[in-house]
């Protein structure tokens, strides 16, 4: 695998270490992060801040909720690198869902499952990085399991579909 040196001032380094390590990431891994979503991007790609949102170019998710997930994720893998390059393209179809303090996010290998609310009916939401195009929506109803698969940009009539 080919290194990248990368000179900078002592306070720059400080500092970005301390906000990736409160992001939950090396500093290997934020520029690994840059660089492929610069190429996905065509420039620069995105905003991560730890008191703001997680941005892509509009407010997606609570930092949080996303800095949770990648902690537990590592806490439970016992790994230091999760790609969350991955999981842009559905948190992105899932931006202008009104329920991001309800919001869990658990991060898979290959998957990304998200929990939230939406017009007080609680969802599971689980998108597989092999289909990058499909989400499969999960609720109850009366103690019954309902499963709808959705195209990545149909959550939100999928979702209206579940009443």
Do not use: C, H, W
Not at 24 to 34: D, K, Q, R, V
Not at 49 to 62: D, N
Not at 109 to 129: A, C, G, I, P, Q
């Amino acid at each position: 695998m080919p290194t990248i040196q990368v000179r900078t001032d002592y306070n720059t380094k400080t500092a970005s270490t301390a906000i990736f390590e409160q992001l939950g990431m090396t500093m290997s891994e934020a520029i690994n992060l840059f660089l492929r979503q610069s190429i996905m991007k065509g420039g620069i790609p995105f905003t991560l801040t730890v008191s703001g949102k997680y941005e892509t170019g509009t407010e997606i998710l609570e930092n949080e909720a996303l800095i949770a997930a990648l902690k537990r994720y590592r806490d439970i893998n016992g790994q230091t690198y999760y790609d969350i390059t991955k999981t842009e393209p559905f948190i992105k179809a899932i931006e202008s869902i009104d329920s991001a303090k309800t919001t869990r996010i658990t991060l898979q290998e290959k998957t990304v499952k998200v929990r939230l609310n939406y017009k007080d009916k609680e969802f599971v939401l689980d998108y597989n990085f092999d289909e990058p195009d499909n989400v499969f929506i999960l609720t109850r109803k009366n103690e019954k399991l309902f499963i709808k698969d959705s195209l990545l940009n149909d959550i939100f009539k999928t979702l209206e579909q579940f009443k």
